[in-house]
C-alpha cells in the first residue's frame, strides 16, 4: 500500500486474496454471537465467579508487540470487551453497561438486553441458543444467538486484513476456496519453482536464501501477464456456467484472450447435448 499510495496514487486498486484463514482472521474483540451469555453476569457471583464479566480472552503482548508465555509455555491471556456493536441507523451499541450503571457497572448486557434495544421485545421468552446450535434449517428467530447471529452488523464483520485495506482506501476481494487458478499468483510460484529446482543442491542457508530470490526474479514479466490472463478467462468461463473441466478446456482453447468468446455458452451447450445423446 506505501507503494501504490507513492506511485499509483490516482489510480483504483483492489487487492485479491486467497481464502486462507490467515487472510480471513477477525480482530480479537471482533462481534460474534456465538457464546454469549443471554443474561448479565450476577455481580453478586451466583453461576460466574464474583465480578467475573463476560468477554474475550486475548493473547497479552509484551513491549515488543510478541505474545508472553507462562511459566506452563503456554500463551498468557488477558480480558478485553468485545467491540460495540452497531445499530441499523449506524449508531454505535456498547455491548456492556455503563461503568456508573447501578446493578451492572461496566458487565456485559447480555443477549436479551442486547437484542431488546435492537426492538425483538420478546428476546427474554427465547431460548439463549437452539442445542448446539444447530437451528432448523431456514427459522431465523428461534433462539437470541440465531438473531443476533444473522444481524447486519454480525453478518459483516470485517477481517483484519479488510479493515487495514480500507481504511487506507484499498478495496479487498477473495477468492472462492480450493480455486487457486483464478489467483495468478499461483503460477507465478509454480515458475520460481521450476526454477529453483534446477540450482544445485545446497544446506547453506545464505545460498538457499540467493536461490529463492533469483527464482523470483526470474519471472518474466510477460509471463505474469500471461497467467493474470489465464486467471481471467478462469473467471470469466464460470461467470458463464462453465463446471471446472469446461472452463480447463476453454481456457486452453482461448489461451490467447483475456476473456472467453461469447460464442463459447453456445460451443458448450451444443457439446453437452452430443455427450447427452451419445451416453
Ligand atoms: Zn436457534
Redesign the pocket.
Known amino acids: 500500500m506505501d507503494i501504490l499510495d507513492k506511485h499509483y496514487r490516482t489510480e483504483d486498486h483492489v487487492f485479491i486474496y486467497d481464502n486462507a484463514t490467515t487472510h480471513k482472521k477477525c480482530a480479537d474483540d471482533a462481534l460474534s454471537a456465538r457464546h454469549m451469555p443471554k443474561y448479565p453476569p450476577n455481580p453478586n457471583g451466583k453461576g460466574r465467579k464474583k465480578g467475573e464479566n463476560w468477554g474475550v480472552k486475548v493473547p497479552l503482548l509484551g513491549p515488543n508487540g510478541n505474545v508472553i508465555h507462562g511459566s506452563d509455555g503456554k500463551v498468557v491471556k488477558v480480558f478485553k470487551k468485545m467491540a460495540d456493536a452497531q445499530f441499523s441507523d449506524g449508531r454505535p451499541q456498547p455491548l456492556y453497561f455503563p461503568d456508573d450503571h447501578p446493578q451492572y457497572p461496566g458487565l456485559f448486557k447480555g443477549m436479551a438486553v442486547i437484542l431488546e434495544e435492537r426492538g425483538f421485545s420478546n428476546a427474554r421468552s427465547l431460548?439463549a441458543?437452539?442445542k448446539g446450535?444447530k437451528?432448523?434449517p431456514g427459522?431465523t428467530d428461534?433462539?437470541c444467538?440465531?438473531i443476533l447471529f444473522n444481524q447486519p452488523d454480525f453478518v459483516g464483520v470485517k477481517s483484519l486484513l479488510e479493515d487495514v485495506c480500507e481504511r487506507r482506501g484499498y478495496r479487498v476481494i477473495f477468492l472462492p476456496k480450493f480455486h487457486p487458478e483464478l489467483n495468478f499468483i499461483e503460477m507465478c510460484w509454480g515458475y520460481a519453482k521450476r526454477v529453483y529446482c534446477q540450482f544445485p543442491i545446497s544446506s547453506d542457508p545464505m545460498i538457499l536464501e540467493k536461490n529463492a530470490l533469483a527464482a523470483l526474479e526470474s519471472i518474466p514479466l510477460l509471463s505474469m501477464r500471461r497467467f493474470s490472463n489465464r486467471s481471467l478467462r478462469f473467471m470469466d468461463g464460470y461467470r458463464c456456467g462453465l463446471n471446472g473441466s469446461e472452463a480447463i478446456w476453454a481456457v486452453k482453447k482461448y489461451h490467447g484472450h483475456r476473456c472467453l468468446p461469447p460464442e463459447l455458452v453456445h460451443e458448450i451447450e451444443f457439446e453437452r447435448k452430443k455427450a447427452a445423446a451419445t451416453s
Open positions: 431460548k441458543e437452539c446450535f437451528c432448523a427459522i428461534c433462539c444467538q440465531r
